[in-house]
């Protein structure tokens, strides 16, 4: 069992298990967008590729996806506020807890991101925020925000080839959470189809499906509490020192004759 517990703003947690994403704000736990939107049908196209891979090969490739994500994101978010990146910087990876360099294929996609920034140069306003929507409760993490020609943007960050329903369902949830946005867009980054290796896509809003995924999400996890709070985040146990019985002193007299 892992649990991933991480500060993602001031008095807020992100409290990660494989089957569960929580927010903690004090004593209060919200689900995660992504983990509402994870129960919308992902469609058919999806599970025809499941069905050719199989469950576990289609599981380890999903796990290296999300690795490589986690620290292309990482190495864009040092971009963004304005670091180098070098192509021997160290990211850590989330499966290993080790810190590694970017692979090519990472650093492809970082180095498609920055072409992206040069063609469009956006005005960043905020990188990897989090947004809480307290009348549904829900909460969740925004890659960055930026104005571009005059105009708000919520901007995903996606090294998949494919964008698929819950990636809009998803930026849709966000916008209902920060109403200073007034545009949504995914952002393809490593993206193989086209020259520019990069792609960047306006996004419908559509959060009445959203709301959909969370019915659904609501039906799937009735009862389901965020038990990870009662679990020590350490365990150990130190075997008492067996102590050695104390070994009784007899006192020996002596008789003096006195002549």
């Known amino acids: ?10 008095g807020i947690l992100r409290v990660t298990t494989t089957d569960e994403r929580w927010y903690q ?5 919200l689900p995660s967008v992504t983990w509402i939107c994870g129960h919308y049908p992902k469609g058919i196209a999806f599970y025809k590729w499941l069905a050719d891979k199989g469950w576990d090969e289609a599981e380890a490739i999903k796990s290296a996806a ?3 994500g986690s620290k292309v994101h990482k190495a864009i978010e040092d971009i963004l506020k304005g670091k180098t990146v070098k192509y021997d910087s160290k990211y850590r990876n989330p499966s290993t807890e080790e810190l590694e360099e970017l692979t090519p294929q990472e650093y492809g996609c970082v180095m498609s991101f920055v072409d992206w920034a040069k063609e469009t140069n956006p ?28 105009q708000v943007y919520l901007i995903d ?6 964008v698929w329903p819950e990636h809009e369902l998803q930026v849709s949830a966000y916008k209902h959470a920060d109403k200073g946005v007034e545009k949504l867009a ?23 499906l959203f709301l959909a995924a969370r019915q659904i999400w609501v039906n799937e996890t009735a009862g389901t509490v965020p038990l990870q709070k009662d679990y020590p985040l350490t365990l150990s146990w130190k075997k008492p020192v067996e102590k050695k019985p104390r070994t009784k002193k007899v006192a020996v007299r002596r008789k003096v004759q006195v002549a």
């Open 123 to 150: 005005e960043v306003i905020a990188t990897e925020y989090t947004v809480i929507n307290q009348e549904l409760g829900y909460a969740g993490t925004v890659d960055f925000k930026a104005k571009i020609n005059g």
């Open 186 to 208: 995914i952002l393809q980054v490593g993206y193989n189809r086209n020259k520019a290796k990069y792609k960047f896509t306006d996004i419908e809003d559509k959060f009445d």
């Open 157 to 162: 960050l996606k090294t998949s080839q494919q």
């Open 25 to 29: 704000i004090g004593e209060t736990f």
């Open 1 to 10: 069992m892992k649990i991933e517990i991480k500060k993602v703003q001031n």
């Open 66 to 68: 999300g690795d490589k």
